[in-house]
Structure formats: structure tokens, C-alpha cells
């Protein structure tokens, strides 16, 4: 062989060796690059009390989704709803306690644990959203302060529609609550019972329809959309716009988790949640009147609460907001003061 046709042959032997060697770190770099997609992929179980077809859960459903696309499929997050992951009650502890990455809880149900939750359900003090959007732009630092201080991130918040008043019987004065069998949900609804002469009961959501079906409440406070999902109407003859509070969810996730995740992501992620808290708060304003309506096509008597009645209800909250201010901190005292400041500059 000449030694020319042996450097041909050596040059074409060694080049489709360097291909195959091309071709080969090719595969183990898209190897090793899909693997560290994948390890990169985090998966996110967030935890609700409220049923699936829920407005709140709705909105969590898309704020998912949204997150899933932001991310190019990196964060999958998972929603479990009407407490399939967690009960409602071990929904917040569980997140602190990793046995679920994320959750959404409403903030006055640990009002007792975290004082300043309990500014969402103070009754009468908010006389609609855009007072209830006041409180929380006041708040929301102490909120976040609190979720931090356990290892959890807030990512938005959104309110229910007003908390109005469901009998079984005609109310128009406080006397008419002595006995009665009230549902509760968070502290301040066990209060309102108490200091009403009721006998609070405690029911989730998840129970509700049922201890209502079954009858055993005589009078709840939950909004339209809650009366609704839970056919109220099956022993609930009447219902009163008291507007006791606009209470919010908050979904919040571990910190842990959300270090886990890029800058990238965590922005973007931030981001759709801003947009469903935004979402979220149309949703629940927007939609409250067309439930009551449908109180109304369900033969509930949908009303505005007498002036006597009325008066029993503002009396009962100013000693409830006493008693709070007794055990608020100086920063909840603050809060309240610049929402109230703020409302009576308006
Ligand atoms: N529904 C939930 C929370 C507030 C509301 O409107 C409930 O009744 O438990």
C-alpha cells in the first residue's frame, strides 16, 4: 500500500471516528441535558379544603396550568381538592411540615394560632370589596411576615363574597339566635355564636351540605356561593345580606420548594400568581349576584336585615373588635388604624 493511500485511508478511517465520537458526545451531552431536565422538574402537590368546581379552586386549577406553561413543564403542580390530600384542618401544618410542597387555607380558620389572620373575619368592618382590598393592601406585609416566619411563601390571595346570614327561620333580632344551632367555620363565627346565645357547630365545608340536609344547623353565616354548592335550600328558608366579612383564602407554598426552582421560574411563577389573585378577586365580586339569584330561584327569601336586627348585629361586632384590640399586637392595632384612616379619608 502506498503510503499515500495509507494516509487516505488513515485520514477517512480517523475522521469517521471523530463523526462517530461527534455523534457520540452528541448523545451522552443530550443524554446528560434531558437528565438534568428532568431532575430540574418539580413536582408540587397543593392542598385545598374546597370542592373542585369551586371558584376558588378554579382559579387555583389555572394558576397551575399557567405555571406549567411559564415553566415549560418544569413545575407540575397538582391540585387536590375537598381535602383529598390533607383534611382541611392539617392543610397549613402540613405544608410547614412537608407533607404537601403547597396549600390554600382561608386565613381567619387560624385566626387563634396567627392573631393578625384574624383582621380578615373582624365582623362589620368592611362594607364591600373594594374596602376588603384596602384591608389587605394594609396587611398583606404582617400576612407574608407570619407565612415566613414558618417557612412558607405567600403567592396570592382571594376573598369570598360576603359572608351573609342563612335561617331556617325568620330573624330580626339578636334574641331570636338564643339556642339555635349555629354553624361555625373559624373563630369568629364561634364567638358570633356565642356571644348571640347560640350553640356554635363546628362543620367544614366538605360537611356542610350534608349537616344541613340532615339538620343539624339552624343558622350559618357562609356566602352565596357556599349556600349554593351546598343546596342550602334543602332546610335554609331565608337569607340576610349582613355582610359579617369578606374573608380571604391564601395559597401559599413551602420555601424550600420554591428555592428549588430558578429565578427564571420563581418570577415567572410569581407573576400567575399575581394574575389569579387578580382573577380571583373578579371572579368572587363578579359572581355573587347571580348566586344570590339562584338562593332566590331555590325559594330562598333573599333579603337586607331589618333596622333592629341590624343594630343587635353592629353592637355584637364593635364588642367583638374590642375584645380583638385586648389581644392584638401593636402591629395588628396598626394595620386596622391605617385601613380605618385610609376608609375615613374617602
Ligand atoms: N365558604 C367557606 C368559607 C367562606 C365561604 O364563603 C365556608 O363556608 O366554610
Known amino acids: 500500500m502506498s503510503d499515500s493511500i495509507r494516509n487516505k485511508l488513515s485520514f477517512s478511517c480517523l475522521s469517521a471516528l471523530s463523526r462517530k465520537g461527534f455523534v457520540g ?3 451522552l451531552v443530550a443524554a446528560i441535558m434531558t437528565a438534568s431536565a428532568q431532575a430540574e422538574t418539580v413536582d408540587i402537590r397543593i392542598a385545598t379544603a374546597y370542592a373542585a368546581d369551586n371558584f376558588q379552586t378554579m382559579n387555583l386549577q389555572q394558576f397551575a396550568k399557567e405555571v406549567a406553561v411559564v415553566s415549560n413543564g418544569q413545575v407540575k403542580m397538582t391540585v387536590f381538592p375537598a381535602g383529598s ?3 382541611p384542618a392539617e392543610i397549613f401544618p402540613g405544608v410547614v411540615n412537608e407533607k404537601a410542597e403547597a396549600g390554600e387555607v382561608i386565613m381567619s380558620s387560624l385566626a387563634k394560632e396567627i392573631p393578625v389572620f384574624g383582621l380578615d373575619s373582624l365582623p362589620f368592618t368592611v362594607r364591600g370589596y373594594e374596602d376588603a382590598h384596602n384591608l389587605w393592601m394594609a396587611s398583606k406585609i404582617e400576612v407574608e411576615k407570619a407565612l415566613t416566619k ?3 411563601k405567600l403567592l396570592y390571595s382571594v376573598p369570598w ?4 346570614l342563612y335561617s331556617k327561620k325568620p330573624l330580626s333580632s339578636l334574641a331570636d339566635f338564643k339556642g339555635m344551632r349555629m354553624r361555625s367555620y373559624n373563630p369568629a363565627s364561634e364567638r358570633i355564636a356565642e356571644l348571640a346565645m347560640a350553640t356554635a357547630v363546628p362543620v367544614q365545608v366538605i360537611d356542610l351540605e350534608k349537616a344541613i340536609a340532615s339538620d343539624k344547623l ?3 353565616i357562609t356566602s352565596s356561593w357556599t349556600g349554593v354548592e351546598t343546596k342550602a335550600w334543602s332546610k335554609m328558608a331565608y337569607y340576610y345580606q349582613a355582610n359579617a366579612w369578606i374573608p380571604k383564602n391564601i395559597v401559599f407554598i413551602s420555601q424550600k420548594v420554591f428555592a428549588k426552582l430558578s429565578a427564571d421560574t420563581q418570577k415567572k411563577m410569581l407573576e400567575a ?7 380571583g378577586w373578579n371572579m368572587s365580586r363578579d ?3 347571580g348566586y344570590e339569584n339562584q338562593l332566590r330561584n331555590n325559594k330562598i327569601k333573599v333579603d337586607r336585615v331589618d333596622a333592629l336586627l341590624r343594630n343587635n348585629l353592629d353592637r355584637l361586632g364593635e364588642q367583638f373588635v374590642r375584645e380583638w384590640l ?3 399586637s401593636s402591629e395588628e392595632v396598626a394595620i386596622l388604624l391605617k385601613y380605618t384612616t385610609e376608609r375615613s379619608m374617602k
Open 326 to 328: 385586648k389581644t392584638a
Open 218 to 220: 339552624d343558622v350559618m
Open 150 to 152: 414558618r417557612g412558607l
Open 85 to 87: 390530600l390533607l383534611k
Open 273 to 279: 400568581a399575581q394574575a389569579a389573585e387578580k382573577r
Open 287 to 289: 359572581s355573587d349576584a
Open 25 to 27: 458526545i452528541y448523545i
Open 161 to 164: 363574597p360576603p359572608q351573609n
